[in-house]
């Protein structure tokens, strides 16, 4: 393939409820063996929530929860900080589907 980044310092996941314990375990998992990586962000796509998780020094990795769309969320890999507010613009809940 050669739509793959091989080196990521982020990688940002949308939860699926079908998918969403694989993302927290065996693939985060996985992730965590990338030398680069340093940053692991979960999007909640049915209501607002954000779950980030920063490696710091010694390979510990920090969890921090976002559940406010006035929470900023720092994305230190790169540099960025964004609201939720601006992260969930133009998404309507009530209208996503029932997926299982």
């Known amino acids: 393939r050669t739509d793959t980044i091989l080196n990521p310092y982020l990688i940002v996941e949308v939860l699926s409820k079908s998918t969403k314990d694989y993302d927290r375990t065996d693939k985060f ?21 954000i779950e ?23 994305f230190a890999s790169i540099n960025v900080e ?3 507010e601006d992260i969930y613009e133009n998404v309507n809940f009530s209208l996503q589907d029932g997926e299982e």
């Open 82 to 84: 964004m609201t939720l």
């Open 29 to 49: 998992r996985y992730y965590r063996s990338i030398p680069t990586f340093q940053e692991y962000v979960l999007i909640n796509q049915y209501e607002i929530g």
């Open 52 to 74: 980030q998780y920063t490696k710091t020094e010694g390979s510990l990795w920090l969890f921090r929860a976002y559940e406010s769309n006035t929470d900023k969320i720092l």
